[in-house]
């Protein structure tokens, strides 16, 4: 049920989602590197402003497609404009602080764009409504973004050669997007929701299209497991604080077909941290439950934060990251 490329085989790894605070390229790479032994990340940082966005970064990706900020958020337009040239300009800088700070780098090493659903659900189209309202406009933008990404993971290969890299598809929207969630661009109504099917489709030709394992990460509830599983992903990555019992035996079913599972545990903000083997108990208590060896635990469990770290004081995002590699190691130490 993959595109045929499985995730890292990594015991006791930890990551980041993506976003980290503040605007220094550099501080941001040292810190997802620094802590992070077995997965370090390319980080975002949100707060330079539009562009360094998930969805103005996602914009930047695209190929022979351009989109600007509005006052009503970001819209479709005919030419590569202001801030296009800056998305593109700080994924750079970035990937400059990253390959300076991964010199002689040798494994696993991901990287984060925002996926096809969430971008149609977030972009307006020229004429205004939300580009997930034309079903072209999203195969469209599932096409560009294709393109964007295999530039981009070229890109960091060549700059990392070591790196076998990871690619995290941010999907935020895409519970809504199957459920008739999203509202208009006016925001008085609802778009209709997209088909499960034609959503899985339009994932499974994205993933197959890149020579990389995929994980989706998706901070929201209902995270559609088996669509995911279908449309080939080799990780998923959720807020384990949202996994109520009905997600129990999508979970087990993807565990035994060796999907990876990031499991978003440590908060995203400033908190009083307890030991790192307890942030973990709630992973430990689930793989009981669903009757799997503990010595398993360590090699198809990962631990991240719940979502991003941007709204974090830098010093708590350096802990948050450390406490997740910290309590990936307790669960190989003391799986029961």
């Not at 149609?120 to 079903?135: F, N, P, T, V």
């Not at 129990?248 to 978003?264: K, P, Q, W």
């Amino acid at each position: 049920m993959s595109n045929g490329h499985a995730f890292p085989d990594l015991i006791g790894a930890a990551t980041g989602v993506g976003s980290l605070p503040g605007t220094d390229a550099r501080e941001a790479a040292k810190t997802a590197t620094g802590a992070l032994e077995h997965l370090p990340f390319l980080p975002e940082l949100p707060a330079r402003g539009p562009g360094a966005d998930m969805i103005g970064r996602g914009a930047g990706l695209l190929v022979e497609l351009f989109a600007q900020t509005e006052p009503s958020g970001w819209r479709f337009t005919d030419h590569a404009g202001r801030d296009t040239r800056r998305a593109r300009s700080w994924l750079g800088e970035d990937l400059d602080a990253l390959e300076e700070f991964t010199q002689g780098y040798r494994g696993a090493l991901k990287v984060q764009a925002v996926g096809p659903w969430t971008l149609a659900a977030s972009i307006e189209l020229k004429h205004g409504e939300k580009a997930l309202a034309d079903a072209g406009a999203c195969r469209d933008i599932a096409g560009s973004l294709a393109e964007g990404l295999r530039r981009h993971l070229e890109d960091v290969r060549r700059r990392i050669p070591g790196a076998e890299v990871v690619l995290q598809l941010d999907e935020p929207s895409l519970p809504a997007v199957l459920t008739g969630q999203v509202r208009t661009a006016s925001g008085f109504q609802r778009l209709r929701s997209v088909d499960r099917q034609v959503a899985e489709e339009n994932l499974r030709e994205l993933i197959r299209s890149l020579d990389a394992p995929v994980v989706v990460h998706s901070c929201a509830p209902n995270v559609p497991i088996p669509l995911l599983r279908r449309a080939g992903v080799a990780g998923i990555s959720l807020d384990f604080s949202l996994l109520t019992d009905r997600a129990d035996d999508d979970l087990g079913e993807a565990v035994e077909g060796g999907t990876a599972i990031l499991a978003g545990v440590v908060p995203p903000t400033d908190q009083g941290l307890s030991d790192p083997a307890g942030s973990v108990q709630g992973v430990r208590t689930l793989w009981r439950r669903l009757g799997f060896a503990p010595e398993l635990l360590g090699r198809r469990v990962l631990v991240t934060p719940t979502c991003g770290l941007a709204g974090a004081s830098p010093a708590y995002a350096r802990e948050a990251l450390s406490l997740s590699a910290r309590a990936a190691q307790s669960l190989v130490d003391n799986p029961e």
